[in-house]
């Protein structure tokens, strides 16, 4: 494989995980903080 | 002071600081006191970010420990072996066998015979843990009279480059369990600030890591102590290095990182830019709201985007750490530490353990989190904000300065 192809995979892998963790840990607070309130 | 100094005062907390931590955090846990849970999760923190420069210290405290070439510290040189006399009828290849010098065990050789002499001895084996040169006993071959001495090289006497590698690998996957520890810590401060109260499946994760990281950790210290202190080493385990074939870990991922798989070192330097951005938007967006930008918004807004930040804290702390198994020695020559080659790695560390300091006042501090839509931050508030973004462009400085003066690369 192409070294810019594998480490552009890499890279594109690593961000997408690093946002959908960062989406989720955003979402509980929200949805902590609505909890409270209320 | 150098590192190897820094690192034997340091790498206590790891395991007696966690400790203590520890014992805070079972206590605010089973009193269900939240002012003790959070100072455990402080500690953690703390000594999360710690780990980080005692593991780099670790690297100039073999160095030191050495006093060999950079690139080839603690070799295990081999047992020197010297042919006092090659006696006379021998018809084959005598047996060389090595006792005294308390090695732990003791080292191996074959001989060579020509013309009823004795003529060569091989070390096949350099032998574990002697501290003295042991001495050498030819037996059999049909012949007589051969005779000869052993030398221990220095090195080989004062420490073995195999245990220095079993206790660093074993640092180096606590250092991961400790950071992630750390990381959970801080999300449950985090979010201990923004609700007034945790989880209990945060509690629970942060009190399972912490007990696995304390584990290893204890396992790290031991190793680590045996390095220097025959008296305490586990012959079993102490041998371990030189009885398996395989490579130490952490040596084995540094070299997949050195050019081992092609594609890592390149991806790792990309992420570590990204993870600088992420860290750099989020400590920009934060200070300046701080110091009086966009000041229609509350601090509670501006904290709801501290993981991101974080995140990409995690990110570069991961890549590098790899970049730093890479290739440890140029970034920790002895004798440059303070002002010299690596100055420039030497304060982008103590820069980001100032600016973590900053990260732990966002985070949990009462003073920012009261400042509401359209009010001014205290002129305290506002200094600690500007010291953060001169200690985030300050460490971002630093790193690129690695290669021209720090003499890395």
Same mark, same amino acid.
């Given at each position: 494989?192409?070294?810019?192809?594998?480490?552009?995979?890499?890279?594109?892998?690593?961000?997408?995980?690093?946002?959908?963790?960062?989406?989720?840990?955003?979402?509980?607070?929200?949805?902590?903080?609505?909890?409270?309130?209320? | 002071?150098? @590192?190897?100094?820094?690192?034997?005062?340091? =790498?206590?907390?790891?395991?007696?600081?966690?400790?203590?931590?520890?014992?805070?955090?079972?206590?605010?846990?089973?009193?269900?006191?939240?002012?003790?849970?959070?100072?455990?999760?402080?500690?953690?923190?703390?000594?999360?970010?710690?780990?980080?420069?005692?593991?780099?210290?670790?690297?100039?405290?073999?160095?030191?420990?050495?006093? #060999?070439?950079?690139?080839?510290?603690?070799?295990?040189?081999?047992?020197?072996?010297?042919?006092?006399?090659?006696?006379?009828?021998?018809?084959?290849?005598?047996?060389?066998?090595?006792?005294? *010098?308390?090695?732990?065990?003791?080292?191996?050789?074959?001989?060579?015979?020509?013309?009823?002499?004795?003529?060569?001895?091989?070390?096949?084996?350099?032998?574990?843990?002697?501290?003295?040169? +042991?001495?050498?006993?030819?037996?059999?071959?049909?012949?007589?009279?051969?005779?000869?001495?052993?030398?221990? +090289?220095?090195?080989?006497?004062?420490?073995?480059?195999?245990?220095?590698?079993?206790?660093?690998?074993? #640092?180096?996957?606590?250092?991961?369990?400790?950071?992630?520890?750390?990381?959970?810590?801080?999300? #449950?401060?985090?979010?201990?600030?923004?609700?007034?109260?945790?989880?209990?499946?945060?509690? #629970?994760?942060?009190?399972?890591?912490?007990?696995?990281?304390?584990?290893?950790?204890? =396992?790290?210290? =031991?190793?680590?102590?045996?390095?220097?202190? +025959?008296?305490?080493?586990?012959?079993?385990?102490?041998?371990?290095? @030189?009885?398996?074939?395989?490579? +130490?870990?952490?040596?084995?991922?540094?070299?997949?990182?050195? *050019?081992?798989?092609?594609?890592?070192?390149?991806?790792?330097?990309?992420?570590?830019?990204?993870?600088?951005?992420?860290?750099?938007?989020?400590?920009?967006?934060?200070?300046?709201?701080?110091?009086?930008?966009?000041?229609?918004?509350?601090?509670?807004?501006?904290?709801?985007?501290?993981?991101?930040?974080?995140?990409?804290?995690?990110?570069?702390?991961?890549?590098?750490?790899?970049?730093?198994?890479?290739?440890?020695?140029?970034?920790?020559?002895?004798?440059?530490?303070?002002?010299?080659?690596?100055?420039?790695?030497?304060?982008?560390?103590?820069?980001?353990?100032?600016?973590?300091?900053?990260?732990?006042?966002?985070?949990?501090?009462?003073?920012?989190?009261?400042?509401?839509?359209?009010?001014?931050?205290?002129?305290?508030?506002?200094?600690?904000?500007?010291?953060?973004?001169? @200690?985030?462009?300050?460490?971002?400085?630093?790193?690129?300065?690695?290669?021209? @003066?720090?003499?890395?690369?």
């Amino acid at each position: 494989m192409p070294l810019a192809l594998s480490v552009g995979l890499i890279v594109v892998g690593v961000v997408a995980l690093v946002f959908v963790l960062g989406y989720l840990i955003d979402r509980a607070a929200g949805r902590e903080e609505r909890h409270w309130e209320r | 002071m150098d @590192l190897a100094h820094l690192h034997l005062l340091l =790498n206590h907390f790891p395991t007696i600081g966690f400790l203590v931590g520890l014992g805070i955090f079972v206590l605010g846990l089973a009193g269900k006191n939240n002012d003790l849970r959070r100072a455990a999760l402080v500690i953690f923190l703390g000594i999360a970010l710690l780990s980080v420069p005692i593991f780099i210290s670790g690297s100039g405290a073999q160095e030191a420990i050495c006093q #060999a070439a950079p690139d080839r510290p603690c070799s295990d040189a081999p047992l020197a072996v010297t042919i006092q006399s090659s006696g006379t009828g021998y018809t084959f290849a005598p047996k060389v066998e090595f006792s005294g *010098g308390q090695c732990s065990f003791p080292p191996a050789a074959t001989s060579t015979v020509r013309d009823g002499q004795v003529v060569g001895i091989q070390v096949t084996y350099g032998g574990f843990g002697c501290t003295a040169a +042991p001495s050498v006993a030819i037996t059999g071959g049909g012949g007589s009279s051969a005779a000869a001495t052993a030398a221990l +090289p220095r090195e080989r006497i004062l420490v073995s480059k195999a245990m220095i590698e079993q206790h660093e690998s074993a #640092a180096f996957v606590a250092l991961g369990l400790m950071e992630l520890t750390g990381s959970f810590a801080w999300l #449950a401060l985090w979010q201990f600030r923004r609700s007034a109260r945790f989880s209990r499946s945060m509690l #629970a994760v942060v009190l399972l890591l912490s007990l696995v990281t304390f584990g290893l950790m204890a =396992n790290v210290s =031991n190793l680590g102590g045996q390095i220097r202190h +025959p008296e305490v080493r586990d012959q079993v385990q102490a041998a371990a290095p @030189l009885l398996s074939t395989g490579e +130490p870990f952490a040596r084995h991922v540094g070299e997949i990182v050195d *050019g081992g798989w092609r594609w890592v070192f390149p991806a790792c330097e990309t992420l570590h830019f990204i993870g600088l951005c992420l860290l750099f938007g989020v400590a920009a967006v934060v200070d300046l709201r701080m110091l009086g930008v966009t000041k229609g918004i509350s601090f509670r807004a501006v904290h709801r985007l501290l993981p991101w930040g974080m995140l990409g804290f995690g990110v570069n702390l991961v890549t590098g750490m790899l970049f730093f198994v890479a290739d440890p020695f140029q970034y920790v020559h002895l004798g440059n530490w303070l002002g010299g080659q690596n100055a420039a790695f030497l304060w982008k560390m103590i820069f980001i353990l100032l600016a973590a300091l900053n990260v732990v006042y966002f985070t949990i501090f009462e003073e920012p989190w009261q400042l509401g839509p359209g009010e001014d931050a205290p002129l305290h508030a506002k200094l600690i904000a500007a010291v953060s973004l001169f @200690l985030v462009v300050g460490i971002m400085f630093w790193g690129r300065m690695l290669p021209f @003066l720090g003499g890395s690369f």
